[in-house]
């Protein structure tokens, strides 16, 4: 499995502004997705980036509010726009394919 | 709508002893399941998985049975230690429907001494 690190591990953050979690994997990987985890629910996934394409955003997402941007095969950022206290979540990127997925820390969000 | 659930949040178990974690599913044409144990403060890692054609998988001290009839699935810990205590999350998918997994609230599994 692939070595997947985050930054920022975690951050505070005003309502209305914008956070960029950046996503490092240790060996080159074709798909990447990004899940949010918020309070007392489950891990739901936002989106896929693939590397050379515009990410697919699950139901309920929207580029607007959360760009991905995937430049290369082993690096992505996700964006959180004009942040409410809703968005306050886990942000976790992962790497796989057709079965397994592996995880990054993630990066803990607190929108005051 | 929820269609991957563990409904015990939480189980606790003495060290040596047995540990069933269970999970049920709703959406039918799930052909892939998978689980994933969480420390605090760390991603979730993936522990063992299991393909609708099976009813068994076994890796060590952890095994998944399957039972599609019930639409339920369950992961068994043996013998249980301190170390196993963590969240564990099931997950499913759909091969034809992409690769978004559909996760389980989690269970909160606390082994005792």
């Known amino acids: 499995s692939a070595v997947i690190s985050q930054k920022p591990s975690r951050d505070i953050c005003q309502r209305g502004t914008s956070l960029t979690i950046q996503c490092q994997v240790d060996?080159?990987?074709?798909?990447m997705f990004w899940y949010r985890q918020q309070p007392g629910q489950s891990l739901t996934l936002i989106a896929t980036a693939n590397q050379g394409s515009e990410a697919t955003y699950e139901s309920g997402f929207v580029i607007d509010k959360f760009p991905i941007s995937r430049p290369n095969l082993t690096f992505s950022t996700l964006t959180v726009s004009n942040m409410s206290p809703e968005d306050s979540s886990i942000y976790l990127c992962s790497v796989g394919g057709n079965y397994e997925q592996y995880f990054g820390p993630g990066t803990r969000l607190t929108v005051t | 709508d929820q269609q991957v659930k563990q409904n015990s949040p939480s189980l606790s178990v003495q060290e040596g002893r047995i540990s069933i974690l269970n999970c049920d599913y709703t959406?039918?044409?799930?052909?892939?399941f998978l689980w994933y144990k969480k420390y605090p403060a760390e991603g979730p890692t993936f522990l063992i998985s299991?393909?609708?054609?099976?009813d068994k998988n076994e890796d060590g001290r952890f095994t998944v049975f399957l039972n599609k009839s019930a639409k339920h699935l369950s992961l068994h810990i043996v013998p249980s230690q301190p170390g196993d205590s963590a969240v564990y999350f099931c997950?499913?998918?759909?091969?034809?429907?992409?690769?978004?997994?559909?996760f389980g609230k989690g269970t909160s599994l606390l082994v005792t001494p």
């Open positions: 959406n039918s044409m799930f052909d892939y």
């Open positions: 299991i393909s609708s054609i099976k």
């Open positions: 997950a499913a998918r759909v091969a034809q429907s992409g690769y978004a997994l559909n």
């Open positions: 060996s080159q990987v074709t798909m």
